[in-house]
C-alpha cells in the first residue's frame, strides 16, 4: 500500500497538480473573460482547423494505416523486416526534426520542386507524419490472429474476395482501427513541434490551437492561453474516454 | 482471403511509396542537406559550446527523468497489475493523460504553478529556487511527457507473467524485497527496458513543453531540440541541419534498440 500512495502521490504532483492550476487559473478573471478568451474570432478558427485537420488526419492514416498493415502482414517481399522497424520512426524522431525534415522536402528549397510550405496541406502532411504508426500498429496484431479459417471457410462457400473483406477481415478489424485512429486523432490535436515550422503560423488558415496558445503565451497572456488550453484539455479527455469505451467494444468483440 | 498477384503487388506499391514519401525520402534528405558541404562543416557546427553545452543538458535531463520515471513506472505497474484498490480504472486512466495532452498546454500548467505568478512561485522565489526559466523547470516538463512510457509496457507483461512463482518465494521464507529482486524484476526486464527505450527517446526529443518553460538561454537552459529550432530562426540552415542530424541518429540507435528488444518482451508476455 506504500508503494500506491508514493505513486499516486507522484502523479498528483507531477501531472494532475499542473492540470488543475490551467482549469482553475483560466477562471481567473471570472468566467466572462474566461468566455471571452475561448470565443475570440482567432481562438475559435484555430480550434476550428485544429478539429477538422485531426480528424482528417486520422481519417487518411486509418486508410493507409489499415493497408500497410495488411501487407506488413499478409505479403512477402524483401526487407520487410526493415520496413516494419520503420514504421516506429516518428516516434523516435524528434518532432522539430520531423517537421525541419518535411519543411526541407516539401518547402521552398525542395529538390523536387514541390513548395507546400505554410499552408493548411503542410500542416496534414506534418500530422500525417507524426501520427502514421498508431493504426498500424493497433491493426497488425489483431490482423495477425485473425483466424484465417474462417476466410477460407467464406471462400469454399463461394464468398469473393470483396465479400470476404468486407464481411470478415473488416469487421474484425474495426475496433482496432478506430482506436488506433483515436489515438491519432487526440495526438493530431495536440501537436506542436512538427507544425511550428511548416504552418508558417498564419492566423484564420494555418493556426492550429497549440501554436496560438504558445503566441498566447509568448504575448505574456498565460490567463487567456489557459482558457484556451482547458478546451483543448477537455478535447483529450473526451478522446481518452472514447479510447477506453471502444477497448471495452472490442473486447467483448473477441468473445 | 487470397489476393491475386497483381492486386497483392499494387497494395505493396501503395503502401511503401506512402512510406517512402512520408518518411524514408524525408530523412534521407535530411542527411543529404546535412553533409552536402562536408563532414567538417559539420563536425564544427555540433561543436560549438552552444551545441555542446546543448547536448549536455539534454542528456543531463534525461538521467534525471528516466530513472524517476523507471521507477515510478515499475512502482505503478505493479499497482494496476496486482492490486485490488478502489479508483483504479479511474488511476489507469489518468496514467494516460501526459499522451493525450498538448506539449505545449503541458509547459503552460507548469509555468501556472511554478513560474513567478504561478501557485507556488513566490515562495519558490522566496525561497531561492528557480523553476521555470532554468533546469528545474526542463526536468520536470520531460518527466511529465515521458511519465506513461515504462508503467504501459511493464503493466501487461506483470499480468502475464502472474504472481505464483512469488507467491513460492514467499512461501518459502523470502521477504518482498529479495522477492522483488530475485523474481519480479527479471521476469519483466525485457519489458522495463522497451519503457527506457521509449522514455528516453520521447525524453531527448521532447520539444514543445520544453520549449515554454526554458527560457531558451544559449548555454544554459537550450535543450538540442531548442538549438535545431533557433538555428533555423537564425537562418543558420546548415547549423539546423547538422544538430538536426545529431538527433536522427539518436533516433535510429533507439529504433535499432526498440528492434532488439521488442521480440524478447514479446515473449516475456506469452
Redesign the interface.
Known amino acids: 500500500m506504500l ?2 500512495g ?3 502521490l ?2 498528483s504532483i ?6 488543475a ?2 482549469v482553475v ?1 483560466s477562471t481567473d478573471g471570472g468566467f466572462s473573460t474566461f468566455w471571452d478568451a475561448v470565443s475570440s474570432r482567432q481562438a475559435v478558427s484555430a480550434l476550428r482547423f485544429t478539429l477538422l485537420v485531426s480528424l482528417l488526419t486520422a481519417a487518411v492514416n486509418a486508410a ?1 494505416g489499415t ?2 498493415a ?3 502482414v ?2 512477402r ?1 524483401r526487407g520487410k523486416r526493415i ?1 516494419n ?14 517537421g ?3 519543411l ?2 516539401y518547402g521552398p528549397r525542395s ?1 523536387f520542386g514541390i513548395d507546400v510550405a505554410y499552408t493548411q496541406f503542410a500542416v496534414l ?1 506534418a500530422l ?2 507524426v501520427t ?1 504508426p498508431f493504426v498500424i500498429r493497433a491493426v497488425q496484431p489483431v490482423l495477425i490472429e485473425l483466424d484465417r479459417e474462417m ?1 477460407q471457410a467464406a ?1 469454399s462457400l463461394g464468398a469473393n ?1 470483396r465479400t ?2 468486407r464481411r ?2 473488416l469487421p474484425n478489424l474495426v475496433p482496432a482501427i478506430l482506436s488506433g485512429a483515436a ?1 491519432a486523432f ?2 493530431a ?5 512538427s507544425i ?2 511548416i504552418s508558417g503560423n498564419i492566423p484564420f488558415r494555418t493556426q492550429v ?3 496560438y ?2 503566441k498566447q ?1 509568448e504575448s505574456d497572456a ?1 490567463i487567456s ?2 482558457a484556451t ?1 482547458t478546451v ?2 477537455l478535447v ?2 473526451l ?3 472514447g479510447i ?1 469505451g471502444l477497448g471495452r467494444w472490442g473486447a467483448r468483440h473477441d468473445r | ?3 491475386s498477384r497483381p492486386w ?1 503487388i499494387a ?2 506499391v ?3 511509396g ?2 517512402a514519401a ?6 534521407a ?2 542527411f543529404y ?1 546535412t553533409f552536402e558541404h562536408g563532414i567538417g562543416a559539420v563536425w564544427d557546427s555540433i561543436t560549438t559550446p552552444a551545441a555542446i553545452s546543448a547536448f549536455t543538458l539534454t542528456l543531463e535531463v534525461t538521467a534525471i527523468a528516466v530513472p524517476l520515471n523507471t521507477i ?1 513506472g515499475i ?2 505497474a ?2 494496476l497489475a496486482r ?1 485490488r ?1 478502489r479508483g483504479k480504472t479511474l ?1 489507469n ?21 511554478y ?1 513567478l ?3 507556488f512561485g513566490r515562495s519558490l522565489a522566496d525561497a531561492g529556487i528557480q523553476v521555470i526559466f532554468s533546469t528545474p523547470g526542463i526536468v ?1 516538463a520531460t ?2 511527457v515521458s ?1 506513461p512510457f515504462v508503467v504501459r509496457e511493464v503493466t501487461p507483461v506483470l499480468k502475464e507473467v502472474g504472481d505464483e512463482q512469488e507467491q513460492a518465494a514467499a512461501t518459502l521464507g523470502a521477504n518482498a524485497w529479495q522477492s522483488f529482486w530475485r523474481i519480479t524484476l527479471p521476469s519483466i526486464r525485457w519489458g522495463v527496458a522497451y519503457g527506457v527505450v ?1 522514455s528516453v ?1 520521447r525524453s ?5 513543453a520544453v ?2 518553460v526554458s527560457g531558451k538561454i544559449s548555454g544554459e537552459t537550450e535543450t ?2 531548442l538549438l ?2 533557433k538555428r ?1 530562426s537564425n537562418f543558420d540552415l546548415a547549423g ?2 547538422a544538430a ?1 542530424a545529431l ?2 541518429v539518436i ?2 540507435v ?3 534498440a ?2 532488439m528488444i521488442k521480440p524478447r518482451r514479446e515473449e516475456e508476455e506469452h
Not at chain 1, 490535436?189 to 513541434?193: A, D, H, I, T, Y
Not at chain 2, 512520408?22 to 530523412?27: C, M, Q, R, T
Not at chain 2, 486512466?93 to 504553478?113: H, N, T
Open positions: 508503494g500506491l508514493v505513486a499516486t507522484w502523479l507531477i501531472v494532475l497538480l499542473p492540470l492550476a490551467v487559473r493507409f493497408l500497410i495488411w501487407v506488413l499478409r505479403d517481399f520496413v522497424a520503420l514504421i516506429d520512426l516518428p516516434f523516435a524522431l524528434p518532432t522539430i526534426v520531423a525541419l525534415t518535411l526541407t522536402l529538390p502532411l500525417l507524419f502514421l476466410e471462400l474476395n470476404v473483406f470478415i477481415v489515438l487526440a495526438r490535436v495536440g501537436e506542436f513541434g511550428v515550422l490551437s497549440s501554436v496558445i504558445f503565451i498565460p492561453a489557459a488550453s483543448l484539455l483529450s479527455l478522446v481518452l474516454v477506453r | 482471403m487470397t489476393v497483392r497494395l505493396r501503395i503502401g511503401l506512402y512510406l512520408l518518411l524514408l525520402v524525408p530523412v534528405v535530411i542537406r515510478f512502482v505503478m505493479m499497482q492490486g484498490f488511476l486512466a489518468l496514467i494516460d493523460l501526459p499522451f493525450a495532452i498538448s506539449p505545449v498546454v503541458i509547459g503552460l500548467a507548469l509555468v501556472l504553478v513560474g505568478n504561478g501557485w520536470l518527466i511529465f511519465l521509449l527517446a531527448i526529443g521532447e520539444f514543445g520549449s515554454v538540442l531540440t535545431v529550432e533555423f539546423a541541419y538536426s538527433l536522427a533516433a535510429l533507439t529504433l535499432l526498440m528492434t
